[in-house]
């Protein structure tokens, strides 16, 4: 079974850092894509980042870009979100995906986790 549970939000200053962490569990994780999403107060969700597991190729949105890196662990089987240079408009619930290599619908979501930035 498919599962990702995240942790590492917080209360941060702006232009402070915040890590974020993705447990991914369950088979033939190699194929995985993971990506890290976020839906602020009001706003729909946006992806941020995502991760091809097995080639680390990685994208971003450019609302982040050279201030966040989605990077994994293969020791852990967790990916990661360091968040720098982060701003007010970065708040939001945080949330890790996964497609279970299925290539299509990122379809295991995790609970979610809040980022708060104060200005």
């Known amino acids: 079974q498919v599962q990702v549970v995240e942790s590492g939000g917080g209360l941060v200053q702006a232009a402070g850092s915040l890590r974020l962490s993705c447990k991914v569990s369950?088979?033939?994780?190699?194929?995985?894509?993971v990506a890290w999403f976020r839906q602020a107060p009001g706003k729909e969700r946006e992806i941020v980042a995502s991760?091809?597991?097995?080639?680390?190729?990685?994208d971003y949105a450019d609302s982040v870009k050279g201030r966040f890196t989605i990077s994994i662990d293969n020791v852990k089987n967790t990916v990661y979100l360091q968040m720098n240079s982060l701003k007010p408009e970065d708040t939001a619930v945080y949330y890790c995906?996964?497609?279970?290599?299925?290539?299509?619908?990122?379809?295991?979501w995790g609970q979610g986790t809040q980022v708060t930035v104060s200005s």
């Open positions: 369950g088979p033939s994780l190699d194929t995985y894509a």
């Open positions: 995906a996964t497609d279970g290599g299925s290539g299509e619908d990122y379809d295991t």
């Open positions: 991760i091809f597991w097995s080639e680390g190729t990685t």
